[in-house]
């Protein structure tokens, strides 16, 4: 079952501090598309207009964001312009500060991650909900782990 874009991220809000620009008029979301050429994903749209952007634990969104490194324009728009195999239809989601590795969106709320280093986006998730809940099982999974060890 699909949760909710806003429920994941009060549920990310529970265990770590959450930050956010804060609520986004939807005419800036219309203007940021516009301005990209795209159309944001529902999801995308629903957690923009009541975050801008978010930082929570070890998870830092684009969004609509006068900073540059959150802010999906000016994000979207350095891939483009570094990667000519960058996909026109997507967006930045997330930059994972590994080299150029970012998270992206489609209009159809699917995530992928794009690297220079494949010719096509490897699929990730079906919603923005479901890479962040996969992200946060993925960090549970990791901090078990050195738990079990810390204690051999």
Not at 11 to 16: R, V
Not at 25 to 50: C, H, M, N, W
Not at 127 to 137: G, I, P, Q, T
Request: net charge negative; charged share 35%; proline share 3%.
């Amino acid at each position: 079952m699909e949760r909710n874009i806003i429920d994941v991220i009060n549920y990310l809000g529970e265990s770590d501090k959450l930050y956010s620009v804060g609520e986004v008029d939807p005419s800036k979301i219309a203007q940021a598309a516009k301005r990209l050429g795209v159309e944001f994903a529902k999801d995308f749209v629903e957690y923009t207009q009541k975050y801008g952007s978010i930082s929570v634990g070890e998870i830092e969104l684009c969004g609509i964001d006068d900073d540059r490194d959150t802010s999906i324009v000016e994000q979207t728009k350095k891939m483009r312009r570094l990667y000519s195999n960058f996909p026109r239809d997507c967006y930045v989601v997330e930059r994972l500060g590994i080299e150029d590795d970012s998270i992206i969106q489609n209009p159809d709320g699917k995530i992928y991650l794009f690297t220079e280093w494949e010719k096509e986006p490897q699929f990730v998730a079906n919603s923005l909900s479901e890479y962040l809940l996969k992200k946060v099982a993925a960090r549970d999974t990791r901090s078990e782990h050195w738990k079990a060890r810390a204690n051999d």
